[in-house]
């Protein structure tokens, strides 16, 4: 489910950024969430043959009865050119979000939100399919971690030097900054717009991580408190 682009910035860590308070940081929990990738994308092969992969890995309504799926379908992929591209998408967007946070952080980002995108795919289209005049068909199912690709391209746009140096200089009402984010967010979904493509995922999963990236929830921080470090 995805497409890609990147920037990255990071200053010195400070004298005691290996101890436990800050945790390690480095690009390696991309190289992990790769490696998930391909183990999951095996496993799905062999489940596959005894017809049941759809169980363990496929996120479908309704959601409670196979709970397990609002996770390892983040990590699942519907054939190698899907494994394939949303992983060159992650590597671009997530290696400057993990050499700026630490490893723990990075993984429950990318399990979290893209949890979060498949669910909504599911529920918002289920809920839009009943609103009269709007043609959308519910969706029977959803896997790919394009959810959370989209959420590290939204954390690396809104929490970035330049728009947060942008952000100090300029008087911008809440009301435009949260328009500007739902703008982009829209963007990219239409940019990224193809039949069988979750384009509510997507959506979702750029606009979680936007706001996230405004919070700056990965941002490791110093022991007086302050960020450690920028992207």
């Not at 920037?7 to 800050?22: A, V």
């Not at 017809?51 to 397990?68: C, E, K, S």
């Not at 009402?173 to 940019?191: C, D, E, K, Q, R």
């Amino acid at each position: 489910m995805a497409r890609p682009s990147s920037s990255q910035s990071t200053i010195d860590l400070p004298p005691d950024s290996g101890s436990e308070e800050s945790g390690p940081r480095s690009s390696s929990a991309v190289l992990e969430v790769l490696a998930v990738f391909v183990l999951v994308f095996v496993v799905q092969g062999l489940t596959a043959l005894v017809g049941v992969m759809g169980t363990f890995f496929v996120l479908r309504p309704p959601l409670a009865a196979d709970p397990w799926t609002i996770v390892t379908s983040v990590y699942a992929h519907d054939g190698l050119g899907h494994l394939v591209s949303n992983g060159l998408a992650l590597i671009v967007f997530g290696w400057p979000v993990a050499r700026a946070t630490t490893r723990a952080r990075f993984h429950a980002f990318v399990a979290v939100t893209g949890a979060t995108a498949g669910t909504a795919q599911i529920v918002l289209t289920r809920l839009l399919a009943s609103v009269p005049l709007i043609t959308v068909a519910p969706s029977p199912g959803v896997l790919g971690a394009s959810g959370a690709v989209f959420a590290l391209l939204g954390y690396l746009l809104a929490s970035n030097r330049l728009s947060s140096g942008l952000g100090s200089l300029v008087d911008v009402p809440p009301w435009l900054s949260a328009l500007v984010v739902v703008g982009l967010a829209v963007a990219v979904t239409v940019a990224t717009a193809s039949p069988g493509v979750a384009l509510l995922a997507h959506f979702v999963g750029f606009l979680v991580g936007a706001v996230a990236g405004r919070a700056r929830i990965l941002a490791v921080g110093s022991s007086d408190g302050s960020d450690a470090t920028r992207i």
